[in-house]
């Protein structure tokens, strides 16, 4: 019996991102100090900080380790932050935290984009991608935003599991 992505979006309780591509656009604005600054969307993170605000875990997995992304990270709210992982290597650090937080993959949603989140995305875990993710990642996900990265997909993908839990709006009513 297949399920569909709504009936699954009822069951999750924990967000994991990847970062470029992803809460970003993948563009990467290399500045004359070294650092390599990424854009974010303010809708993305309004998502996360509500959803982190109704209980929802949040997770970040990126093999991209900025200060600057962690800052913005940890103002969003997320503690769960697993950033310069090798890009072939993020399922370990994967599977250690669902370990550790005694997670089931039926209640994951995984966010990736490209051919690092690959392994991590054939888990079992319900795999999401961005629009505009890479054509192997878009084979296998399970929910594909019909948002890009880093102009939305986030928060779509936030917002469509909190109204399938009829937890979005819970704030206003």
């Known amino acids: 019996m297949d399920i569909t992505a709504d009936e699954r979006f009822k069951r999750i309780s924990t967000f994991i991102f990847d970062i470029d591509g992803v809460m970003t656009d993948g563009s990467v604005l290399a500045l004359e100090s070294g650092e390599q600054a ?9 998502g996360i900080n509500r959803a982190i605000k109704m209980g929802y875990r949040v997770a970040i997995l990126s093999a991209q380790n900025q200060v600057g992304v962690r800052k913005r990270l940890e103002y969003l709210g997320i ?6 992982a090798s890009p072939d290597g993020k399922l370990p650090i994967y599977q250690k935290y669902m370990a550790d937080n005694q997670l089931t993959e039926d209640e994951v949603v995984f966010m990736g984009d490209d051919l690092p989140d690959y392994e991590v995305m054939l888990t079992g875990v319900m795999g999401a991608c961005p629009a505009d993710s890479s054509p192997e990642i878009l084979e296998i ?15 779509d993908l936030v917002e469509r599991v909190m109204k399938a839990q009829d937890t979005w709006m819970r704030w206003f009513k």
């Open 38 to 46: 990424r854009i974010f969307n303010v809708k993305d993170g309004y």
């Open 79 to 84: 503690t769960d932050i697993f950033i310069g």
């Open 141 to 155: 996900a399970d929910y594909i935003s019909p948002k890009n990265g880093g102009q939305g997909a986030v928060r």
